[in-house]
């Protein structure tokens, strides 16, 4: 995967090469790698300019350093080549929106792509007569060259060119909630270990999540557990931790310390850590997670069924479990508390939060729902 990733990096670089931007990085600060940046920072790096899109990968440094880490694209965006000249930044990338023409044909009323135009991923422009929706956030890249950026849709959503999935969830449980066109409009990168119908089984025995309460309820707790669990996997990129630590206590849970060479790295949609956690989502889901805790990596229904183990039953660094906080209207900056609040919240890595914000923003938006209230923690 990373090799593939590597290779469509390469071919962004080379597709978008002819549309070179030029831009004022006067008063933009040189990047530092490690530091921490927020979304929409600007930076200048390598003589060109980057805007952070995800504060919480943008401040990783390392894979996501912009322009030379092998995933940059997924935190950072290009605005272009630093002009020299202390003039203004290229009208290709702007901040403010451009006047575009819309389109009604078909089934929706979706705005002409324009070059000048600034895109964001899920957007649906009309092109040549086809539809094309942006698969990553782009300053007018053409669709038909730029495929990095772009993918062929089949119809415009619901006429008002938001990024909501034109394709309407059908199916019981999960899949009445999320279609897998959501899905993958949700996760375009992501490894494919992590199947859609992985999670509609492992949904199916958990039968309350994102089934309970009215409607909005149910598409906020399925964008809030969506947005956790592509924040701990890189857009569900990763399946093992990175650092792979032995994660062993020391102190003895229902199954013993830890088994003999075993180690309790995160694992999986939510990144399952600790022997105590591997023990008692074993026994919760009736699996020997403690003996052998590699089949978190090896079974997608198993990968699925930890996460949602611990986003229904677990109460972690927080008050009560995520889905708690999810159906009694606690908000989603409850669901980061519980998650990883002891690291992250009350100023603890602000970054890292704004990164989970952002993208449940992003998930609610696809979905056709708003984001309700507390989203901070």
């Known amino acids: 995967m990373r090799l593939i990733k590597n290779i469509a990096v390469c071919v962004f670089a080379l597709l978008g090469a002819h549309q070179a931007l030029a831009y004022n990085c006067s008063g933009s600060a040189a990047y530092s790698d490690g530091s921490s940046y927020s979304s929409g920072a600007i930076v200048k790096s390598n003589n060109s300019a980057y805007q952070c899109t995800v504060g919480g990968w943008c401040s990783i440094g390392g894979p996501y350093a912009p322009g030379d880490g092998w995933a940059w694209s997924n935190a950072w965006n290009s605005l272009g080549v630093c002009d020299g000249t202390g003039g203004g930044s290229s009208s290709s990338w702007s901040s403010s929106s451009s006047s575009v023409s819309s389109s009604s044909t078909g089934n929706g009323s979706c705005p002409q792509w324009s070059s000048s135009a600034v895109y964001y991923a899920g957007d649906v422009v009309v092109y040549g007569g086809s539809y094309y929706i942006a698969e990553h956030d782009n300053p007018g890249y053409d669709p038909t060259i730029s495929t990095w950026f772009w993918d062929p849709t089949p119809s415009c959503p ?47 025995t958990f039968p309350a999540f994102s089934r309970s309460g009215n409607l909005t309820t149910q598409k906020r707790e399925a964008a809030a557990a969506l947005a956790n669990f592509s924040h701990e996997t890189g857009g569900l990129y990763y399946i093992n931790e990175i650092a792979q630590g032995t994660y062993c206590s020391g102190t003895a849970t229902a199954c013993g310390v830890c088994a003999p060479g075993k180690k309790y790295y995160g694992r999986g949609p939510i990144q399952l850590s600790w022997n105590y956690n591997y023990c008692t989502a074993g026994q919760a889901l009736g699996l020997d997670l403690w003996s052998n805790p590699d089949q978190v990596a090896q079974n997608p229904t198993t990968a699925w069924r930890t996460a949602l183990w611990f986003w229904m039953t677990q109460s972690g660094a927080g008050n009560r479990p995520a889905h708690d906080s999810m159906i009694n209207g606690n908000g989603f900056g409850e669901t980061i508390r519980t998650i990883n609040g002891s690291l992250e919240c009350n100023g603890g890595n602000p970054g890292q939060v704004q990164s989970r914000i952002n993208i449940y923003l992003d998930f609610s938006q696809i979905l056709g729902t708003t984001p309700g209230n507390n989203l901070d923690c």
């Open 158 to 204: 619901g006429g008002n060119g938001s990024s909501s999935s034109s394709s309407t969830p059908s199916g019981n449980g999960f899949a009445a909630i999320v279609s897998e066109a959501q899905f993958n409009q949700m996760f375009p990168n992501r490894n494919t270990f992590y199947t859609y119908a992985g999670l509609v089984n492992a949904a199916a």
